[in-house]
């Protein structure tokens, strides 16, 4: 059983910088890939980022450049650290875990998820 929490979330403006923070308690902690994921107002959950157990990336094109996600595996912990944000970065994140790096790929992976963060960011 893998439990996920989300923390970091926001009100910001255009240009700032959030970073968010995964906390799972699971003892496989560093034999999981970790995502994160979002979703905006009227829109399907998407893919924001990824990061696997060996410490590979790997990033939707519309963040590219601007996100970056790390683990921490001491801590038990992922991070998505936020640049140079944007009106439409504005979504609910949730932070998802898998034994397998489909959760990068998947458009439904399976896989543990957390209750998400809320990041808005006013123009």
């Known amino acids: 059983q893998v439990q996920l929490v989300e923390s970091g979330g926001g009100l910001v403006q255009a240009g700032d910088s959030l970073r968010l923070s995964c906390d799972a308690s699971?003892?496989?902690?560093?034999?999981?890939?970790v995502g994160w994921f979002r979703q905006g107002p009227g829109n399907e959950r998407e893919f924001v980022a990824a990061?696997?157990?060996?410490?590979?990336?790997h990033y939707a094109d519309s963040v590219k450049g601007r996100f970056a996600v790390s683990r921490d595996n001491f801590k038990n912990t992922v991070y998505l650290q936020m640049n140079n944000l944007k009106s439409e970065d504005t979504a609910v994140y949730y932070c998802?875990?898998?034994?397998?790096?489909?959760?990068?790929?998947?458009?439904?992976?399976?896989?543990?998820w957390g209750q998400g963060t809320q990041v808005t960011v006013s123009s």
């Open positions: 998802a875990a898998s034994s397998t790096w489909e959760l990068a790929f998947a458009k439904d992976p399976v896989a543990y």
């Open positions: 699971a003892r496989t902690f560093r034999a999981l890939a």
């Open positions: 990061v696997r157990w060996d410490g590979a990336t």
